[in-house]
């Protein structure tokens, strides 16, 4: 890519409850055992662990996810920990949210986003990056890579050729970017970056 995208390490963390457990309520909380409670039980036992494990790996979202189908869960003291962990689930991705005010900031959250393979996430950020500043050249640019790599080829195209409609030396730079490679081979791409080779 044309701009330097930062990358964040990953940092194990250990979350703990320290709330007592309390008694469900009669019309909520957590769900009435079924007749095969030893069935429910266990689902929710697994739902908790798999939640466990991706809130270790800090995937907060998909931990919350799965601590909210484990808090409506028979066993009263796991639905109550399965709450707090959603409590701490949502304390984190709020911090996490990054703050993104300019288009420059949508641009490098995309890159950032590129790099951990989240593509489609990356593509919505672009997308209103380019709404805040439809010239800019390198969203074109990366929009065409993000596009690529999600097999939306004729996207990708459409994409690139604006960025080189905006500035042309963004062929000489597609054609040298590692990023690239592999969509350069296909014919549609191949047309546009080496138009000389079709005379």
Not at 100 to 110: F, G, I, K, P
Request: aromatic share 6%; hydrophobic share 40%.
């Amino acid at each position: 890519m044309k701009k330097v995208s930062s990358r964040s390490g990953v940092v194990k963390e250990r979350g703990t409850s320290t709330a007592a457990a309390q008694p469900a309520k009669a019309g909520g909380g957590a769900a009435k055992p079924a007749a095969d409670g030893g069935n429910a039980e266990k689902a929710q036992s697994r739902w908790f662990e798999k939640g466990a494990g991706l809130f270790q790996a800090r995937d907060f979202r998909a931990a919350m996810e799965h601590f909210e189908k484990a808090a409506a869960g028979p066993l009263l003291e796991m639905a109550h920990a399965a709450r707090s962990y959603i409590r701490m689930c949502e304390r984190r991705l709020k911090a996490a949210a990054p703050v993104l005010v300019s288009a420059e900031d949508h641009y490098n959250y995309a890159i950032a986003l590129m790099n951990r393979r989240a593509f489609a996430d990356a593509d919505k950020h672009l997308q209103t990056a380019l709404g805040m500043s439809p010239q800019g050249d390198h969203l074109y640019y990366a929009l065409a890579l993000c596009r690529g790599v999600q097999g939306k080829l004729q996207e990708a195209h459409d994409n690139l050729k604006r960025a080189i409609e905006i500035d042309p030396r963004n062929r000489a730079q597609a054609r040298v970017d590692p990023d690239f490679a592999e969509l350069i081979r296909q014919p549609l791409m191949e047309e546009l970056l080496f138009p000389a080779k079709g005379r």
